[in-house]
């Protein structure tokens, strides 16, 4: 079972930074690719980044030199650090989840982010 538990989510002006982190068990961080999706109401959920077991990283064009996904191997967690926040990056954001070896993707609960003056 692919437990992923979200935290950091919040209001924040334009402009302001936010830190999102992913717990997750060992098995599954030292194992799977991991990322973070978003939904924005009245949108599909979209991709933002990821990062593999052997440190690649991806990014979303959209958040592209704002957001940094890493991870710290000392406390299984991903984290997301955001800057530079737009009203546009307001959405669900999902930590995911996926083995290297298959194509299903595991979410958590998501947590909201809300970038608004």
């Known amino acids: 079972q692919v437990q992923l538990v979200e935290s950091g989510g919040g209001l924040v002006q334009p402009g302001g930074s936010l830190r999102l982190s992913c717990a997750a068990s060992?098995?599954?961080?030292?194992?799977?690719?991991l990322g973070w999706y978003r939904q924005a109401p009245g949108k599909q959920r979209e991709f933002v980044a990821i990062?593999?077991?052997?440190?690649?990283?991806d990014y979303a064009d959209s958040v592209q030199g704002r957001f940094t996904i890493s991870k710290d191997n000392t406390k299984n967690t991903v984290t997301l650090q955001m800057n530079s926040l737009k009203p546009e990056d307001t959405a669900i954001y999902y930590c995911?989840?996926?083995?290297?070896?298959?194509?299903?993707?595991?979410y958590g609960q998501g947590t909201q982010v809300t970038v608004s003056s």
């Open positions: 995911s989840a996926r083995p290297p070896w298959a194509l299903n993707t595991y």
């Open positions: 060992e098995s599954i961080f030292s194992r799977y690719v």
């Open positions: 990062t593999t077991s052997g440190g690649i990283t």
